[in-house]
């Protein structure tokens, strides 16, 4: 089972940025597509971002050019620099596999909160 362990989030003004990191507990986290998934109060779990092993990257809607997904294999991490953040933005951000608990992604992580606000 690989860990994953989320970190960077915290409370911006709209308009700010962070970047979120995401570190696995083992390389052969390289060969699988990874994702950025949020959770907002009262509401779903969603994709925000994939990345293809390759380095690929896919966006929702929602973050398309304000959002980008990186990955350093090497190091095993998977990155999310998001920009001009907006109060909807406002979550707890995951990372898994993409599709998610893919094995041997079969837990989720802490989590890292994103709160925008003025």
């Known amino acids: 089972q690989v860990q994953l362990v989320e970190s960077g989030g915290g409370l911006v003004q709209p308009g700010g940025s962070l970047r979120l990191a995401c570190a696995a507990s083992t390389t052969i986290f390289r060969i699988y597509a990874m994702g950025w998934y949020r959770q907002a109060p009262g509401k779903q779990r969603e994709l925000v971002a994939v990345?293809?092993?390759?380095?690929?990257?896919n966006y929702a809607d929602s973050v398309k050019g304000r959002f980008t997904i990186s990955r350093d294999n090497a190091n095993k991490m998977v990155y999310l620099q998001m920009n001009n953040l907006k109060p909807e933005d406002t979550a707890v951000y995951y990372c898994?596999?993409?599709?998610?608990?893919?094995?041997?992604?079969?837990?989720w992580g802490q989590g890292t909160q994103v709160t925008i606000s003025s």
């Open positions: 898994n596999s993409h599709p998610p608990l893919r094995s041997p992604f079969t837990s």
């Open positions: 990345i293809a092993s390759g380095g690929s990257p």
